[in-house]
């Protein structure tokens, strides 16, 4: 069986969590990708934090020249967060003829026609489902089985950790800050929880989906976006008198010639479909010309989750070599 070396950027909670779906599911990894698949080498300077999965101490290094210039290694993953260093390790990795991957939508959404680009110019696969909705394979879907059509609207939740502190601020009636620390704790926000809470993280998230979907770059910091820090317990019950939940909801719809696109708080109906997502997971309504309207529905953030897209990009990339 051939063996595809992969260099890991990055041993956070997705990291460990990507790290663990490997582990867990090695045997039938290895018949759908037709490879012997392993983290070789990681890039992480605190080697001694407590994490639930073993890993050999040889296998860590603080300098990414290790990863980034290692021929036998031929995947890159990319889990570092935030725009810099990763976006410059990531084109490194390309333009030394490595595949990437990775979760990072901040990166993605910042530097996205260079990355692509770099990608098609270097004859490198280039993937980030992680990226958009942890989980759920949603760009994989608008990009094949779906690429038959105009999208006309993508409208949903796109962000787990503040639907996570919305759903526990109105069935459990936590204050903002106590269920902030529960989303943390699990591994759902990011490493500054301000992107999650004010939209950024969600607009990282349109912005992708509208060049994936809509063939449009619109930079993430162009996106109008309200996050939830000034909802307070008055809004919710506001809501619940109305007979709605808050919801962060993040919408691309065409208009004319052109699409309006924003990242707002906004009153769902309690009987609408996305008034029932609870906690981390995310969903997401999209409308094609052909297909008409569908929805996707999972887990939009956690170690598990957001692992399972990134393996999932390394097995495709490992079929492929
Ligand atoms: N912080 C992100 C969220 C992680 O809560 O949705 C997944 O992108």
């Not at 990319?78 to 979760?103: C, D, Q, R, Y």
């Not at 992708?208 to 996050?227: D, H, N, T």
């Not at 909802?231 to 962060?248: M, P, Q, S, V, Y």
């Not at 529905?297 to 170690?303: E, L, M, S, T, V």
């Amino acid at each position: 069986m051939k063996k595809v070396n992969v260099g890991l950027l990055g041993f956070g909670n997705i990291g460990v969590g990507s790290y663990k779906v490997l582990e867990m599911n090695r045997k039938r990894i290895a018949e759908v990708s037709g490879a012997d698949i392993e983290f070789t080498k990681i890039l992480e300077k605190d080697v001694h934090r407590k994490r639930d999965v073993s890993v050999s101490l040889d296998r860590f290094t603080q300098d990414p020249d290790v990863i980034l210039k290692d021929p036998s290694i031929s995947i890159v993953v990319e889990l570092l967060g935030g725009i810099e260093p990763a976006s410059g390790f990531m084109l490194a990795a390309m333009k030394n003829g490595k595949h990437v991957v990775t979760a990072n939508k901040a990166a993605v959404a910042a530097n996205y026609d260079e990355l692509t680009n770099t990608a098609k110019a270097g004859g490198v696969m280039f993937r980030f489902e992680a990226s958009v909705c942890g989980g759920i394979p949603l760009l994989n879907a608008l990009t094949t089985a779906l690429a038959a059509n105009e999208y006309e609207e993508i409208l949903g939740i796109l962000n787990g950790t503040t639907n996570y502190i919305l759903t526990q601020m109105t069935e459990n009636g936590l204050a903002y800050e106590e269920a902030l620390k529960a989303a943390q704790d699990k591994g759902f926000a990011e490493a500054d929880p301000t992107a999650d809470v004010e939209g950024i993280d969600a607009a990282n998230k349109l912005s992708i989906l509208l060049s994936v979907a809509f063939g449009m770059r619109v930079p993430p910091e162009q996106i109008p976006a309200e996050g939830i820090s000034k909802i307070t317990k008055t809004d919710i019950d506001r809501a619940k008198a109305e007979g709605a939940k808050i919801k962060l909801i993040a919408s691309a719809k065409k208009s004319g010639n052109g699409v309006v696109y924003s990242v707002k708080p906004t009153f769902i109906p309690e009987d609408h479909p996305l008034a029932g997502v609870g906690d981390e997971f995310n969903a997401v309504f999209v409308k094609g010309n052909a297909v008409d309207e569908l929805m996707f529905y999972g887990k939009g953030a956690g170690p598990l989750p957001t692992g399972s897209a990134v393996i999932g990009d390394v097995v495709e990339i490992a079929k492929a070599l």
